[in-house]
């Protein structure tokens, strides 16, 4: 019933693609067997959201109304959990905990803290900001986290994650070549998550913004760890999305919309292990979420039915336990 209200309520106007804006967004380079997406008619639910404690009691419900996404999993920072007891088919708590680079003498509490919400009921972990580049209003004085992914303190987060059998959503900035034909002519941190994941291999490990890396890259860790999944939300050329990286290499098509051939393969490679997520919580992108829609919708548009379905909505519904509407 809730896609049957969805695809009515696009069919009214709401949150379809819209071609020819100054960023070329949500494009759509002509695929004959995508009528139904390329109409705006694929269901999403959202797998990279965020709460801000500083947001109206009625920031999302409005969302959900206005844009109609199936859901939202949400990763901190607010009362994520108040939204999940009204409604937990549209409503995904993780346990949030905010890393820092004090984080060697706060451990122990934010470890507590982050038991305390899976005790409260969060279905999973994250996003945890392990290695993370300065972001936010004050971005330019805010120095970045660079943790190793071996550090005792996310070795125990990994080890309750596979206790209580949820996914831990990590944020793991790759810093190196992308030009690489092999995982041992990547960085150091990199192997470093290597050498980790197959230690907890009955834990998903969903690595925010794909590790704000390229398809080769991803490719060969995707290969060696069937337990490592990505999401893509943040990739997209929207002017909200301000970050250190060339907007060429984190959108996920060209300047005309076409999908790029790199992320095409790897999503028709691994469709069971991709999320579709929109990350809103920064400034701009709540105002922005029609848009942010639109893009993924039109790129969505260029892949296989069944693979748009698995990314677009079913992969995050099935990790995180939330049952068909």
Known sequence: MR???FVL?????????????????????????????????????????HLMPTWDPDALPNLVADHQPLGLILLG????????????????????????????SNQTALL?????????????????SIRHFSSGPNAATTPPTAWDFNHPFFLQLY??????????????????????????AMPAHIQLMDATLPLYESVVF????????QPAVLDLLMAAHPNLYIDISSRNPLESFDRPFPIEDQRLDEADGTIKQGWKDLFETYPDRVLWG????????????????????????????????????????????????
């Not at 920072?77 to 060697?104: F, I, K, M, R």
């Not at 507590?112 to 945890?128: F, K, M």
């Not at 969903?206 to 890396?213: K, L, P, Q």
Request: aromatic content about 6%.
């Open 159 to 184: 080890q309750e994650a596979a206790d209580r059998g949820v996914p831990i959503n990590f944020h793991y900035d790759y810093d190196g070549d992308v030009e690489v034909e092999s995982i041992d």
């Open 3 to 5: 896609i049957i209200c």
């Open 9 to 49: 309520a696009l069919l009214l106007g709401c949150g379809g693609p819209k071609n020819g804006n100054q960023n070329n967004v949500g494009t759509d380079p002509g695929s004959s067997d995508q009528a139904e997406t390329t109409s705006g008619l694929l269901p999403l639910y959202d797998g990279h959201a």
């Open 278 to 325: 929109s990350d809103i919580g920064p400034a701009g992108r709540l105002e922005q979420y029609d848009e942010i829609l639109a893009y993924y919708r039109g790129i969505l548009a260029q892949l296989p039915a069944e693979v748009a379905a698995k990314i677009g909505y079913q992969n995050a519904m099935d990790l995180y336990g939330v049952s068909n509407p």
């Open 77 to 104: 920072t607010g009362p994520t959990h108040l939204l999940q007891n009204q409604d937990a088919s549209v409503y995904v708590a993780c346990a949030h905990g905010h890393v820092t680079t004090d984080l060697e």
């Open 112 to 128: 507590q803290s982050i038991i305390g919400q899976l005790d409260n009921g969060a279905r999973g972990i994250g996003e945890i």
């Open 206 to 213: 969903i690595w925010a913004h794909s590790g704000d890396t």
